[in-house]
């Protein structure tokens, strides 16, 4: 029975229902702008059904409890048409109530497979294809997803074949047609194995009689044979054995589909729709380009084949969001060599256009010839800019800074319960799948599965340690949900300077942590003493000086009495006798002389102007006044000449992995060096120096010394240094200081960012240091 359905107002997009915790039912139960709803999911996540919104919780449990109930009734399912040419599966109760309705889908046939009765047809062919098997059965040959999952791994010899190394060692080829897998081979010790198989297969497929169909395990294979009876290949299982036959009917002929299509019972609809005239429509909507399997790791790039046919691909942010889209292609060929138009030109600002609606608005990029590439999805022209999380380094190791008057304490790892976790860095970024928690799931490199929750900003406000299963990780993350609200569940632990919180449950066991924050110390200012001021160093005390002229003076008469004070110097110290001379400088006024602390260094100038205005009260003299000034002096310019200190230096180059351009945790000890120098000269400029080793052309390096410089430049702006102070250069492999060697062994020096700090006039201050390259592997 098919029910023209207008709309779909009531329920939510299909992604909406996805991501939450679901129980031992496979049911989600979630909050949108104030209304309840539920999600019915499989056990990959993937929506069965999904409900309207509901006023209340209980409304909502009872819309659950019926379709447990209603759920196995096959006659209790309706297929329906949306206004918008699209297909869903609506459940009703005995009442005709509709209770839930599947995710609309392209074609009828793809809505009712959500059916019973089509859901335990798939099962029992997932079952089929991973069950274990029986000696001679399905042993050397790999399960269907891994071959699905090369798909475009073109081989570069044999069209319509794709080929690859498991990482079991073997190598592995399928025959492929319309972008699904015809025929599988199984695993080769060696590539020469394999591409004799890939002959085999093109040499006997031309002759019907060599293929025959098996049953195993209630599905259906269809085999190749060589001459010698050998098998060759096979495919993957199918349903029936005129399923396994029909993969020898090219699909591309009206007539197969036709006889395909009669024997599903299924219409066909043969016209062709016709395109408006806005390009737009050769696109999908946006929504269709989300949530794709990254194969591209370093360009975060996603290739699929649509359900109406057609091959695309999607390039994305870090964050997981659309960066460009293509549009429909119809050959994974012609998709893949627009692609590599893209990636040439998508870095170049000059090569897009923009195209505004309103308040909004698509970036078009293009190439050379004005040839449209791809465009971004519709954005609003006033974004909220929300700025990138501040990089907090690692717990372990900290160094602490001292405080004034204490010693540098370097602390060393804990050895704890932080052992567990991740850096922080590997929390960031990940895309979020529970909106309401914002929670994202992930799985490590490591093998082990982690969650994340953040901050509104997006900075990570609870992680998880790793776990050994999806089951245990999201076991936990319900812990936390249930708790992370409530400030009674968490405790706070403080070491080196730095303090995280930890939220436990009632249990008082740990379910997550913060990230490690620098705490601020309220340091006061230091007491500085005021030291005693030696004699020698001020303006002594003198008697009044007759000024000659109004231009004033030094009047040498006056130093006449003096003179002819030294022969009784002389006589008295000849004679032990210092009671004589002691009573004649009592004629003066006395200055008691103070303990002589450390002496303040006078500059030279003022120095110059004591000798030129002033006598020595002291009773010696000129002479020793000049030659005492002269020592101050001398010890004035050697005070002067020493430099100020340079800022501390302990840079070192940033390596990178063979063709990636991610900045790697290790590196970003070294930024956050090159921050702090940054910082505190607010004068000073950073300085990028990207390179790559000599693998590929000129252009491709090119470009990924450029993504190279570039990503060690969002690390510094990340951590507050403003893109103006930091310079970039790309220089691709040129200057390599190691030999481009066939292994890694010497490239791997060649891969590298330059760090270096200059001043105000372009004098370098600070240069990274280079690593210790061995002798036999530098560039000679």
């Known amino acids: 029975m098919i029910n023209d359905l207008l709309r779909d107002d009531d329920y939510l997009p299909c992604k909406d229902y996805r991501g939450h915790n679901r129980d031992g039912e496979g049911f989600s139960r979630f909050m949108v702008g104030g209304q309840h709803y539920f999600s019915w999911c499989d056990d990959t996540g993937e929506v069965i059904l999904r409900s309207e919104g509901y006023g209340s919780e209980a409304s909502r449990d009872n819309g659950i409890t019926s379709v447990?109930?209603?759920?196995?009734?096959?006659?209790?399912?309706?297929?329906?048409?949306?206004?918008?040419?699209?297909?869903?599966?609506?459940?009703?109760?005995?009442?005709?109530?509709?209770?839930?309705?599947?995710?609309?889908?392209?074609?009828?046939?793809?809505?009712?497979?959500?059916?019973?009765?089509?859901?335990a047809k798939a099962a029992a062919l997932l079952a089929a294809q991973s069950a274990v098997r029986d000696e001679n059965d399905d042993d050397d040959y790999l399960i269907c997803r891994e071959y699905e999952e090369q798909i475009g791994q073109n081989d570069a010899h044999n069209p319509g074949f794709i080929s690859?190394?498991?990482?079991?060692?073997?190598?592995?080829?399928?025959?492929?047609?319309n972008g699904k897998i015809v025929m599988r081979g199984e695993g080769y010790p060696s590539t020469l194995g394999r591409d004799n198989g890939i002959a085999s297969v093109i040499i006997n497929r031309g002759d019907r009689n060599r293929f025959k169909v098996e049953e195993h395990h209630g599905v259906f294979f269809l085999l190749l044979r060589a001459g010698n009876n050998q098998e060759i290949a096979r495919s993957c299982p199918k349903r029936s054995e005129a399923e396994a036959w029909a993969l020898l009917d090219d699909p591309a002929d009206l007539g197969a589909v036709?006889?395909?299509?009669?024997?599903?019972?299924?219409?066909?609809?043969?016209?062709?729709?016709?395109?408006?005239?806005?390009?737009?429509?050769?696109?999908?909507?946006c929504d269709e380009y989300r949530f794709r399997a990254v194969r591209e790791k370093d360009s975060q790039v996603a290739l699929f084949k649509h359900e109406n046919g057609q091959f695309y691909f999607v390039v994305y942010f870090s964050d997981g969001n659309v960066r460009l889209r293509s549009e429909g292609f119809e050959t994974a060929d012609a998709r893949d060599s627009e692609l590599s138009a893209m990636l040439k030109n998508i870095d170049n600002p000059e090569m897009y256009t923009v195209i505004r609606r309103g308040d909004h608005f698509i970036k078009v990029l293009k190439d050379k010839t004005g040839r449209e590439l791809g465009r971004s999805c519709m954005e609003i022209d006033e974004k909220i800019i929300i700025p990138p999380p501040v990089i907090i380094p690692p717990l372990a190791p900290l160094i602490?800074?001292?405080?004034?008057?204490?010693?540098?304490?370097?602390?060393?790892?804990?050895?704890?319960?932080?052992?567990?976790?991740?850096?922080?860095?590997?929390?960031r970024g990940h895309i979020i799948t529970d909106q309401n928690n914002r929670i994202a799931k992930f799985k490590h490199k490591n093998g082990q599965f982690y969650f994340a929750m953040y901050h509104k900003d997006g900075t990570v406000r609870l992680r998880s340690e790793g776990f050994q299963t999806e089951k245990e990780r999201d076991s936990e993350l319900k812990e936390v949900i249930r708790h992370y609200s409530d400030d009674r569940m968490y405790a706070t632990i403080e070491k080196a300077g730095y303090r995280l919180k930890v939220l436990k449950d009632k249990s008082g066991r740990e379910v997550g942590r913060s990230c490690p924050e620098k705490m601020v110390a309220v340091v006061p200012p230091p007491i500085v003493p005021v030291p005693s001021v030696p004699i020698a160093s001020v303006t002594p005390i003198a008697p009044v000086v007759p000024v000659d002229g109004a231009g004033g003076g030094f009047n040498w008469k006056w130093l006449l009495p003096l003179l002819l004070l030294i022969p009784l110097f002389l006589l008295w110290r000849s004679c032990g006798d210092k009671g004589a001379i002691a009573t004649k400088s009592d004629t003066t006024t006395a200055v008691t002389p103070a303990p002589k602390p450390n002496p303040i260094p006078i500059p030279a100038d003022t120095i110059k102007t004591t000798i030129s205005t002033h006598t020595d009260t002291t009773g010696r003299g000129a002479a020793a006044v000049m030659?005492?000034?002269?020592?101050?002096?001398?010890?004035?310019?050697?005070?002067?000449?020493?430099?100020?200190?340079?800022?501390s230096c302990d840079l070192h180059w940033i390596l990178f992995d063979f063709d990636k351009f991610d900045i790697r945790p290790d590196a970003n000890t070294e930024l956050q060096t090159m921050s702090r120098i940054l910082k505190q000269n607010p004068d000073y400029t950073a300085v990028l120096r990207a390179y790559t080793d000599s693998k590929g052309s000129d252009e491709y390096n090119n470009q990924l010394s450029k993504n190279r410089s570039a990503a060690a430049k969002k690390i510094l702006t990340g951590m507050g240094i403003s893109a103006d102070r930091i310079q970039t250069t790309a220089n691709s492999e040129s200057d390599p200081i190691a030999?481009?060697?066939?292994?890694?062994?010497?490239?791997?020096?060649?891969?590298?960012?330059?760090?270096?700090?200059?001043?105000?006039?372009?004098?370098?201050?600070?240069?990274?240091?280079?690593?210790?390259?061995?002798?036999?592997?530098?560039?000679?």
């Open 258 to 285: 036709a006889l395909s299509a009669a024997a599903l019972n299924t219409p066909i609809a043969l016209a062709v729709e016709e395109k408006s005239k806005e390009k737009e429509d050769d696109y999908l909507a």
């Open 627 to 647: 030659a005492n000034n002269k020592a101050a002096e001398t010890k004035a310019a050697e005070t002067k000449a020493v430099a100020p200190a340079a800022p």
């Open 68 to 119: 447990i109930k209603n759920r196995d009734e096959e006659s209790h399912y309706v297929s329906s048409k949306l206004a918008d040419g699209r297909w869903v599966l609506s459940l009703r109760a005995a009442n005709h109530q509709e209770i839930a309705r599947t995710c609309p889908q392209a074609t009828e046939a793809e809505a009712r497979a959500s059916l019973p009765s089509e859901r």
């Open 739 to 780: 030999q481009n060697t066939e292994d890694d062994s010497g490239r791997q020096y060649n891969r590298r960012v330059e760090l270096s700090v200059k001043d105000m006039n372009g004098k370098d201050i600070c240069k990274s240091i280079p690593p210790s390259v061995p002798a036999n592997l530098k560039n000679k």
């Open 400 to 427: 602490a800074v001292p405080l004034a008057g204490t010693a540098t304490i370097v602390s060393e790892p804990p050895r704890d319960k932080e052992d567990d976790y991740l850096v922080c860095e590997e929390y």
């Open 164 to 177: 690859f190394q498991h990482e079991n060692g073997k190598h592995y080829f399928a025959w492929v047609r």
